[in-house]
């Protein structure tokens, strides 16, 4: 009984991996550049296919949603996947704003319902790890003069760098103009504003005073 259960699991997955790369297939018609397998989950939304690059086995799982416009295109390379819900925006959905792109290189993943706002350039290295629900900002208001409204003043756009074999936790926050260094570790939960240099464990300790039940 074991083994038979075990056997139609891999049919299961066997099927539903089939039907990934058939969606791929499909897909890479119509996009810059692919290399080997590339999986599309269901429901994905993948928009101006001729600014996307893929390498060997880039999975975009169900419910991604993958904005191509952007005046440098996206890069992924080998072994990359861009987990379920996870949104990649360079530009406004209408193209008003024309946002620079991202680069990931090989064997990185963005966890499940990330956001990669990537305005601004915003580069991943090889090996980088995100948890869920994190988000990366490459973009910052302007907001200096007090006598013209926020949205008239314009962003600037210094852009994000994440080294090679970095693990960002997950509900992390990564704020324009940081560079987090080569094998560093950012804990779960942690707002990111200044570089962090290579090889440092960050944890955010913000913590709220408890009251006892007296």
Not at 58 to 85: Q, W
Request: net charge positive; proline share 2%.
């Amino acid at each position: 009984m074991h083994s038979s259960i075990l056997f139609l699991d891999k049919l299961i997955v066997y099927r539903q991996a089939g039907v990934k790369v058939l969606r791929g297939m499909w897909y890479r018609l119509f996009m810059k550049k692919t290399k080997g397998l590339f999986l599309v989950g269901s429901n994905v939304r993948i928009t101006h296919c001729n600014h996307i690059s893929c390498g060997k086995n880039v999975k975009f799982e169900d419910f991604s949603e993958i904005h191509g416009l952007c005046s440098e295109g996206l890069v992924f390379g080998d072994n990359v996947t861009i987990s379920r819900g996870v949104m990649i925006r360079p530009s406004s959905y209408y193209g008003g704003d024309l946002g620079v792109g991202l680069t990931m290189g090989k064997n990185s993943s963005i966890g499940p319902y990330g956001y990669i706002g990537c305005s601004g350039k915003i580069t991943i290295g090889s090996n980088v790890m995100f948890g869920p629900k994190c988000s990366l900002f490459a973009e910052n208001h302007i907001f200096s003069d007090t006598e013209k409204t926020i949205k008239s003043q314009g962003v600037n756009q210094k852009g994000i760098t994440i080294e090679d074999d970095c693990w960002i936790g997950s509900n992390v926050v990564i704020l324009d103009g940081v560079t987090v260094g080569k094998g560093s570790v950012i804990g779960a939960g942690t707002l990111v504003t200044k570089d962090v240099h290579p090889g440092t464990v960050l944890i955010d300790r913000r913590e709220k005073v408890a009251k006892h039940r007296d």
